[in-house]
């Protein structure tokens, strides 16, 4: 009996060791697990900083897309102000133009209304009152025409 609690052989030495090696292996593979964990937070993490780096450079070519396109609608808006600006100050010159030559000859057919009216005297007589006569003088240098309606 003696000889069984105190055995120190290759039994003992051998168990020990296969548990030694089994522990080495456990840690080992325990090691192995965490390493790929720590793998795959690195590759996560490198993976989020590119698509981030990404997206912020499409963020920044939409931001500049679309601020091409806000300057070229404010230009075309611009352009398209000029035209109707142009636009309006040739017809109102024109609608100038056509007032002053419809007074131009308005003013004419009224000088050669009077110029007809016109006796040789320069002045047309009535038989009323003087006051009268010389509210209808006509000069030939400033032509004049006065109509008074009398009731009968």
């Known amino acids: 009996m003696g000889s069984k609690c105190c055995k120190s052989g290759p039994d003992k030495d051998a ?55 806000w300057r070229r609608v404010l230009k075309r808006r611009q352009d398209l102000l000029k035209i109707y600006v142009i636009q309006e100050e040739a017809a109102v010159k024109l609608q100038s133009w056509v007032r002053m030559w419809q007074c131009h000859r308005r003013y004419c057919h009224m000088c050669n209304a009077l110029c007809i009216l016109q006796v040789p005297k320069g002045c047309f007589t009535f038989q009323t009152c003087d006051i009268l006569q010389e509210q209808y003088e006509v000069t030939p240098s400033h032509p004049e025409f006065h109509i008074e309606i009398l009731s009968v």
């Open 15 to 69: 168990l020990e060791k296969e548990k030694l090696k089994w522990l080495r292996e456990k840690r080992l593979r325990a090691r192995v697990k965490a390493a790929g964990k720590i793998q795959a937070w690195w590759r996560g993490t490198l993976v989020r900083r590119t698509l981030l780096v990404a997206a912020l450079m499409a963020w920044m070519i939409q931001i500049w897309w679309r601020t091409l396109l």
